[in-house]
């Protein structure tokens, strides 16, 4: 399929925020998809958006999904040493359950 | 939040041997599964959608001889990967969805595949 586009790596203090960005490719997906990745783990959803909604807010995760540029990013809050992981944004296929991932973005908090 | 229950979460095997890997949903039935495939530093790659009693409908490329998936059950479905070669190494991990208006498919927590 087409790609989804990710950042792949993304370096921020602790404390400060973290933005990661997304382009993904259908604009026919009903949901879109934030999974976290711990090294030799599986995935663990983080957040979701419906696709006709502007922003969705989860304690410290914003979520911004602008539906004309097809550009989907995730705030991060207060980043801790334990958000380093590996952060992929998804589409669904054809609005259904099975997804398209970016490459994943690579998050590193430092001390 | 629902279960899936990948097994093993990781195998060494033989170049020409087979290896199942189960994809199991505990604590709810599962309509569809899909397997996915992550070679390192990479994204997870939908490999094939797996309907329960019916035949999987794979992905462009991948080849369904070699990946065998059987879903006999709503709580099952398993992938063979039959005459490995160290080039299947890679990590597979399968989620399922309950088929109901759910906002998610839940994942397994994946199996890492060396064929040695």
């Known amino acids: 399929g087409e790609d989804v586009e ?4 993304l370096s921020v203090r602790e404390g400060d925020s973290s933005v990661i960005n997304c ?6 997906s009903t949901y879109l998809y934030w999974y976290k990745q711990e090294p030799g783990a599986g995935l663990q959803l983080l957040t979701y958006i419906f696709s006709n909604m502007d922003m969705k807010q989860d304690q410290r ?7 004309k540029d097809k550009h989907l990013s995730l705030r991060i809050a207060d980043t801790q040493t334990g958000d380093s992981a590996i952060y992929f944004c998804a589409e669904s296929i054809n609005s259904g359950y099975a997804l398209n991932f970016g490459k994943g973005t690579s998050l590193l908090v430092t001390p | ?5 990948q097994h093993p ?3 060494i095997c033989k170049s020409g041997t087979s290896v199942k890997i189960e994809c199991r949903s505990l604590d709810f039935q599962a309509t569809t599964m899909f397997w996915y495939r992550q070679f390192p530093k990479q994204s997870l790659m939908l490999m094939a959608t797996s309907n329960e009693g019916s035949k999987a409908t794979y992905e462009q490329g991948v080849e369904k001889d070699k990946f065998l998936i059987n879903h006999a059950s709503l709580t099952l479905s398993t992938l063979t990967v039959t005459s490995a070669h160290p080039e299947d190494s890679s990590f597979y991990i399968c989620s399922a969805d309950e088929g109901q208006q759910n906002t998610e498919a839940f994942f397994g927590q994946g199996t890492r595949l060396t064929v040695v």
């Open chain 2, 1 to 5: 939040g629902a279960v899936v229950s």
């Open chain 2, 9 to 11: 979460s990781w195998v």
């Open chain 1, 61 to 67: 995760l914003t979520v911004l999904l602008n539906k």
């Open chain 1, 23 to 28: 382009t993904y490719t259908d604009s026919s």
């Open chain 1, 6 to 9: 990710q950042s792949l790596f």
